[in-house]
């Protein structure tokens, strides 16, 4: 657990070594004059989104996440907000149209929000997901995980006190949910096909993926607090990177 992370203020320059893989925080719940910036920013496509939501909070949250997105990748690649263009993976991952791409390589992202807290992730040329949640006790917890966590994870998960029941939870959803969000296949991907770590104040792990010890060591996981009473995963491709974190 990557409790002890250092949470860097923005970064005078704007480089992402090869070897290293950026982790944002973002605090969405921005003045309305903040909002009004980021939905300049926004496509059609973000707009309409945006304006499916019911409750404001919500809408609001995903203006702030979009615009913070768009404003990052904007950074790294030298260009305007607006002028960033999205393309699609096959169950609507979200990546950079092919115009982003630097000589052939890849600047790969992934964002998460909940409950007004948002993570991204960024790195070159290697495949990354991030997921967050707000720790907090869940009636249903125990009965969600019986349905969707692994059987190896469930024993884990109910030899616990019930004191670690919603630290266990959340620890245990974050880190499947970055993984089915790097691969790209959402919930559409099996979530008792593979096996994370999820004991309280232990190391975050991907333990295997469809029973192969070897398919795991294709990842790297770590977990992280990006502020009281919220846990966090990123999973990213290869063993040779480190993170560096950064709050917006």
Not at 158 to 183: Q, V
């Amino acid at each position: 657990m990557n409790d002890d992370l250092i949470w860097h203020p923005s970064p005078d320059t704007w480089t992402l070594d090869a070897t290293i893989v950026h982790l944002w925080s973002v605090e969405l719940d921005q003045p309305a004059d903040v909002r009004a910036k980021f939905w300049k920013t926004l496509n059609d496509d973000e707009r309409t989104r945006a304006n499916r939501f019911y409750f404001d909070h919500d809408r609001h949250h995903f203006i702030v996440a979009r615009g913070v997105l768009r404003q990052l990748l904007a950074n790294y690649l030298g260009i305007f907000p607006v002028n960033v263009v999205f393309d699609y993976g096959h169950n609507g991952k979200p990546l950079l149209d092919q115009q982003h791409h630097n000589n052939g390589r890849i600047l790969e992202f992934n964002l998460s929000h909940a409950k007004g807290v948002g993570v991204i992730g960024f790195a070159w040329d290697r495949i990354v997901g991030v997921d967050v949640e707000k720790i907090r006790p869940l009636d249903d917890g125990p009965n969600i995980a019986k349905r969707f966590f692994s059987k190896s994870e469930n024993e884990i998960f109910f030899s616990l006190p019930e004191s670690e029941y919603p630290h266990a939870f959340f620890n245990c959803w974050t880190r499947k949910e970055a993984f089915i969000k790097a691969i790209g296949d959402g919930l559409t991907y099996p979530l008792d096909k593979f096996d994370v770590t999820l004991t309280p104040g232990k190391p975050a792990r991907l333990i295997s993926v469809e029973g192969s010890t070897a398919k795991a060591e294709r990842w790297h996981l770590v977990s992280f607090f990006p502020m009281k009473d919220y846990v966090g995963a990123l999973i990213a491709e290869g063993k040779n990177w480190t993170i560096k974190a950064f709050k917006w």
